[in-house]
């Protein structure tokens, strides 16, 4: 277990040393970018050394994973971030445990969403995922970026979610800085419309440099801290 502190403790320093470098070079200060750590395939174990080591914020992508690990490490005190894909039939049980959710990608998902964070009195924050493919491109995951002022409407609407933002996946095969060049556009648009709405959610270890220089406000990092996950997903 003192190996893995001892490995984590060093794979965090170089993250958080790249985050302060690509601020500085962004004119940004540093606590302007928070770290999420995602901690998806890797044990509560980890999760718990995490926080020992000051980590606050942690992701998931998995609905069951999720709420496993959450349950096992409630007595933390950490945010737990859902990014993965959302199923309407599973958001309720999201709301149940993640206090924010970042995958909020269309409107079928607003209500269970809403009614999980109601049956828990506890407001849920939201970031909608907004996808960066070329239009008409195989859709991955993440609205139309013509789609988010209909989403953010609704999630006002609904009671117990706060609309925080937006989050987003640089593309496979893209040059990442192409793609968070028009995330910021995207962004400076939807924050003119919904001002408190200022979390931009973009860039994991690959690409978090140029994310931090196109504006977001937190990176998700996995396997940079944790190490390589195993390949099949
Ligand atoms: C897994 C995942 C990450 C972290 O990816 P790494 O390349 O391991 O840093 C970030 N965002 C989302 C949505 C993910 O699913």
Known sequence: MTARRDELAANLDAVRRRIAAACEEAGRAA?????????????????????????????????????????????????????????????????????????????????????????????????LQVSLDPPGAEHRSGASPDDLADLAGRVAEAGMLRLRGLMAVAPLGEDPDAAFSRLAAIRDEFVRAHPDATVLSAGMSGDLEAAITRGATHVRVGSAVLGERPSVQ
Do not use: M
């Not at 000051?54 to 998931?60: K, L, R, S």
């Not at 005190?77 to 958001?91: D, E, P, V």
């Open 31 to 127: 606590d302007d970018v928070s770290l999420v750590v995602v901690t998806k395939f890797f044990p509560a174990s980890d999760v718990r050394l995490l926080a020992d080591l000051g980590v606050t914020d942690v992701g998931e992508n998995r609905h069951q994973e999720a709420e496993a690990k959450a349950a096992e490490c409630a007595d933390l005190g950490l945010r737990w971030h859902f990014i993965g894909g959302l199923q309407s039939n599973k958001a309720a049980a999201v709301a149940s445990y993640a206090d924010v959710v970042e995958s909020l990608d269309r409107a079928k998902l607003v209500g269970p969403l809403s009614r999980g964070a109601h049956a828990r009195s506890h407001e849920v924050d939201v970031l």
